[in-house]
């Protein structure tokens, strides 16, 4: 039996989006990738400071995380080259269609190969990765005062860095060059 509260259902129902955008797959446009998965960040960002304003930290965090892997996949197009050296070969795919393993890391950013691929882009991105995965670990585990399940003891913690890693990535959109 569903016991969720009305202040809740109200911001799920306000905050959701008007229409479902199938995600552009790399392998046939690099740029129409990029630019989905930048409006997917700005989106996922969003919703995260909506559920911060409502006090649901967990959901933020989750939405923070989403957040920053939509962007890691777009700040990948940039790095094709390194990304095709770190994960040469290919891959077959639903449709039975062979495609180079690197665009395929790219379309999905395995959140096991997030730190590796953070690497590759060589600035800050390692440590917001970083973060980003602290708040997948809180988002399903919630807050840990021992840190043996989760980094953060309690809620604070964990709403400073949503806001932290929310930050960046409107700071990292904003500094994006406009493709159209």
Do not use: C
Request: aromatic share 8%; no cysteine.
């Amino acid at each position: 039996m569903y016991t969720g509260s009305p202040s809740r259902d109200k911001l799920i129902r306000h905050t959701a989006l008007p229409h479902v955008e199938e995600l552009a797959k790399p392998w046939l446009n690099l740029e129409a990738y990029r630019e989905a998965r930048v409006r997917e960040a700005v989106y996922e960002a969003e919703l995260a400071e909506e559920f911060l304003k409502s006090g649901l930290v967990r959901n933020a965090a989750g939405k923070a995380f989403q957040a920053w892997k939509s962007l890691l996949g777009a700040l990948l197009v940039d790095k094709i080259e390194e990304v095709e050296k770190a994960y040469p070969g290919v891959v077959r795919i639903r449709e039975g269609k062979r495609i180079k393993k690197a665009l395929w890391v790219i379309a999905l950013v395995p959140t096991s190969q997030m730190k590796k691929l953070a690497q590759l882009l060589g600035g800050e991105e390692s440590a917001l990765t970083s973060i980003a995965l602290d708040l997948h670990s809180y988002q399903y585990n919630g807050p840990d005062p021992e840190g043996i399940y989760s980094p953060y003891p309690d809620e604070k913690s964990a709403q400073r860095d949503v806001e932290i890693l929310v930050g960046k990535v409107k700071e990292y959109v904003a500094k994006l060059p406009r493709r159209s």
